[in-house]
């Protein structure tokens, strides 16, 4: 080796980097220990061969092009790049040309490239992030923090520019409070030397207020130099928030959150005031463990069956008892699933609604209407209900008794007044149209005609209906079934129109008969003839037909209450058998045909009038008996000498007779009988031209 050669490799030796020389054909010609160490090829094993066939990872690189390149065009140069195993590093490479051809000097730069990426990178996700990042540069001795620069998402979250920032104080950025507050996180960020989260209040011009930032320390020499920080705007968040607390925790309902399998993972705290619990002892145990549902065994096993339909995807509502901190409470509960985006339930939501106090009204209610029922079923009271401002009628089960109707029915105003007697509905529409204009009340006795067309007497009341405010707003009032009432009153008008009859019969009928037996017991106490004490015996025969008479009036006068069906030919017969004149002929034509009536009665009813026929229609007199055509009844007729239309409706008072033998009751008590029945009894001609008795028991359609 020559002396230039000698001094050349000393002062390369002096090199840190690595450093070989190669001639115009890149054969080796000196490589100092660093290559060995870098390349791990030693110096001896490679002195005259090309560099790239030396190191593989040489060949076809940038490396060779660039040594040709230079060896071509005598020009130094250098350049960055990576070389692949066995070196696997990057290179700092420069070249430089000589008469003998290049010395290259080699520098490994790998940990510089990496921080270099990493530079990039984080410079990368600074300017594309959607997060709001900022930088922030710190003057520790005058405790002042400026920003020094913030990215682009900063930038259209908040409407400030990095350019208007940079450099800038926090007061003078964000006013002297919030920027105060601020300046506090961020000093405590510097004393922990550790990164924070918090959440801050900044007033910026585009977004909500609220703000979650972080921000952590840039530490350089064991010197906190700058910090670096990301916020993000959660004014929509802590809406969202506030809204979910108004929902779950500001209500009075019992709210909680469970796992399909039965796991309380959250209660509201309506629930937890009831219990007088704290959350940490109900959260994550199994629902039917907690406080709440230690009322007995089958409320936990309820519950645990309703769990399980719920977590099948079955929404599940029951009423319940529970177990509260000072009473249980009957709650409406109900488990609602909630599913993802494939239908499977991930969650139960439960909820509770006390209706303790609902149900206890809702007895006091029930007893209430129950004790209503009663007094209306006892005392046949029902009440009504007009509300002026709607219209609307409403009736108690009552009132849609008497009317016949199913409750199902609406009446209204004018269906209430339709149903009035059609000789009663002025009465009825006038007191309550006075009753609507001045407030005027009323308490009426009038008929109706019920759905079942059937005719009924009732007492209507009504009265005013006033607000708070003293408004008339409706009516209301009192309907009553007083139908057996009047049909009382009339028995008992019919009764006494009957004692006075009797009164008149007693004090002139009986006083005749009695007067002559006095007469003639005076005359025979003189004379002790017998034809006097006859007269006597007569008058006493009278007298004693007239008392049978009267009573039986009085008896069969009598409303009758309980009837049978009766076949009447058979009764016909039974009564012929009784009848004294065997002369007489009797035709009954009247078949099966029955009808409803007390058998005593009627069978004192055929038996006057077959009697009264017998008696004015002379020994060899035709009776003939059959049904009516056009009515419900039947028919006594005779072909005797009949009976004047003069007369026709005197014959039935009591004591008319057209013979001196007859006491003048027969008809009258045939009439009381029938008006007992609710029939009526007529006479008219018959078609031989004697007497014709109709009984009629109701209006028929002829068929």
Not at 449 to 461: F, G, H, Q
Request: hydrophobic content about 35%; glycine content about 8%.
């Amino acid at each position: 080796m020559s002396n230039s050669q000698s001094t050349y490799e000393q002062l390369t030796e002096r090199i840190s980097d690595a450093c070989c020389a190669v001639d115009t054909e890149c054969r080796v010609t000196y490589w100092n220990d660093r290559m060995d160490e870098w390349t791990g090829v030693p110096a001896a094993a490679i002195e005259g061969e090309v560099v790239w066939d030396v190191v593989p990872s040489f060949r076809g690189s940038k490396f060779e092009v660039q040594c040709r390149e230079a060896i071509q065009t005598q020009e130094a140069r250098s350049f960055e790049t990576r070389f692949g195993d066995p070196l696997d590093s990057w290179i700092e490479v420069s070249i430089y040309v000589n008469a003998d051809g290049l010395t290259i000097l080699s520098r490994e730069i790998t940990e510089r490239k990496a921080h270099q990426e990493r530079v990039e990178l984080a410079e990368t996700l600074f300017e594309n992030t959607q997060d709001a990042l900022f930088l922030i540069d710190l003057d520790e001795e005058a405790d002042e923090f400026r920003l020094e620069r913030v990215n682009p998402a900063y930038e259209r979250h908040t409407g400030l520019t990095s350019d208007e920032l940079s450099g800038r104080g926090l007061r003078d950025v964000f006013g002297f409070e919030e920027g105060n507050s601020i300046l506090e996180k961020y000093r405590e960020c510097v004393a922990r030397r550790e990164p924070i989260e918090y959440e801050e209040l900044v007033s910026v011009p585009n977004e909500g207020p609220y703000w979650e930032t972080r921000i952590a320390p840039v530490i350089v020499d064991g010197t906190v130099e700058k910090l670096v920080g990301a916020t993000r705007n959660i004014t929509a968040q802590k809406d969202r928030e506030r809204r979910y607390d108004a929902i779950f925790n500001q209500t009075y309902q019992y709210i909680g959150l469970l796992d399909t399998d039965g796991t309380l993972l959250e209660a509201n705290d309506s629930a937890l005031e009831f219990g007088g619990l704290d959350r940490k002892e109900v959260i994550g145990q199994l629902f039917w463990d907690t406080y709440w549902w230690q009322r007995d065994e089958h409320t936990q096993m309820q519950l645990k069956d309703a769990v399980t339909s719920a977590a099948n995807g079955e929404f599940v509502r029951y009423d319940v008892e529970v177990q509260g901190a000072d009473e249980t409470a009957i709650i409406d509960f109900s488990i609602r699933p909630v599913t993802d985006d494939r239908d499977e339930v991930v969650l139960l939501v439960t909820e509770g609604r006390n209706i303790t106090k609902h149900k206890q009204r809702a007895r006091e209610l029930e007893q209430k209407r129950e004790f209503l029922r009663q007094i209306q079923t006892a005392a046949d009271i029902g009440g009504w209900e007009v509300d002026f401002r709607t219209e609307a009628m409403r009736w108690t089960d009552e009132v849609y008794r008497i009317h016949e109707l199913p409750t199902e029915y609406e009446p209204t105003v004018e269906d209430g007044i339709d149903f009035y007697h059609p000789q009663d509905r002025a009465t009825i529409t006038d007191a309550f149209e006075r009753l609507r204009k001045t407030g005027d009340g009323y308490d009426l006795e009038l008929r109706i005609i019920t759905a079942a067309d059937e005719r009924r007497w009732v007492r209507t009341l009504g009265a005013p209906w006033y607000d708070d405010d003293g408004t008339l707003i409706g009516a209301r009032g009192a309907f009553q079934d007083i139908t057996e009432r009047k049909e009382r009153e009339r028995e008992l008008q019919r009764t006494n129109a009957r004692l006075e009859k009797f009164a008149s019969v007693v004090s002139h009928d009986l006083r005749n008969p009695l007067t002559v037996a006095q007469a003639a017991l005076e005359l025979g106490r003189e004379s002790g003839a017998a034809d006097d004490f006859d007269r006597i015996e007569a008058a006493h025969k009278r007298m004693n037909a007239l008392i049978d008479d009267l009573l039986t009036l009085a008896r069969n006068g009598q409303r009758v209450d309980e009837t049978q069906p009766i076949v009447l030919q058979t009764l016909l017969e039974s009564v012929c058998e009784t009848l004294p004149n065997d002369r007489a002929t009797i035709d009954i034509a009247l078949g099966d045909y029955r009808l409803e009536g007390d058998e005593t009665r009627l069978r004192q009813l055929v038996e006057n009038l077959l009697s009264n026929a017998l008696t004015h229609g002379g020994d060899d007199v035709t009776i003939r008996v059959g049904r009516l055509e056009s009515r419900d009844g039947f028919y006594v007729a005779d072909d005797g000498p009949g009976i004047p239309p003069a007369i026709r409706e005197e014959i039935f008072d009591q004591g008319y007779s057209t013979t001196s033998e007859g006491t003048g009751f027969g008809l009258a008590i045939v009439k009381g009988i029938a008006e007992a029945h609710g029939w009526t009894v007529g006479v008219t001609e018959s078609e031989d031209g004697g007497a014709r008795f109709e009984v009629t028991t109701a209006q028929r359609n002829p068929a």
